[in-house]
């Protein structure tokens, strides 16, 4: 019994005092990591929209838009800089067409048009703060944005309509719905098909789009009757395929 109790009021044993050791070893370290320089976690850094002097910069505006009404969002996207920063900062944008250097307004702001031909796509716009190497150079942010594809309509007209001895021009161009000029598309084919009534009587077969973004299709010649010509367009990069009917009689 005496030697039982000397047991139990003995000190730790030799096992619990090593492990206790080794914690209190990797309390210092993390302690130490947390202040010498250069032991912060890179999980835990500042983000690229703000840094330790309390400025942050972001990027804001539309995540859609539609090729050829590109230039029709109310502020397209804006850069805001919220802190302390001098009045001549300036933001260098990029990715939505030609990189600009824009001033911030008084409310440290700065809108950014996108150029009305962004293509059709994924779309990255980056802002960059340049304040002279003051507080906040150098920050970075970024909105990304797709640009759809336009609904296309299809512009066919005569040149010369064919006859019973001559044959026919037809111009075709296509356009972007709603809009007056449309950048030519020239990726694009066109067909171009002839009805006598319910029966085809010709057909041009695939045809490119030539570079100004439009074809001439030479019709041949054709008896006399009500024609259809069903004008059919592939589409491009930036424009949804698209078709039209015109009429022709031949007399």
Known sequence: MGEERRTAGAGPSPAALAVGAVVVALAVLAVLALVLPGGSDPATARPDDADETGVELRVDGPTTLTYGRVDEALQGFTAYVSGDVDDEARVEVTGVGEPTTLPLSWSGRAHVRPDPALGAGSHEVTATLDTAGGEGDG??????????????????????PPTTRDTGLLRVAPFVRGLDTTPPQPDGTVSVKVYLGADSVWSSGTLPVAADGTLVVRLPVLRPGDYR???????????????????????
């Open 139 to 160: 920050l970075r942010a970024t909105h990304a944005f797709e640009v759809r594809k336009a609904e296309s309509v299809v512009g066919a007209s005569f040149i010369r």
């Open 229 to 251: 010509l069903a004008v059919g367009y592939g589409g491009s990069a930036n424009l949804e395929p698209g078709a039209t009917v015109r009429g022709l009689v031949v007399r």
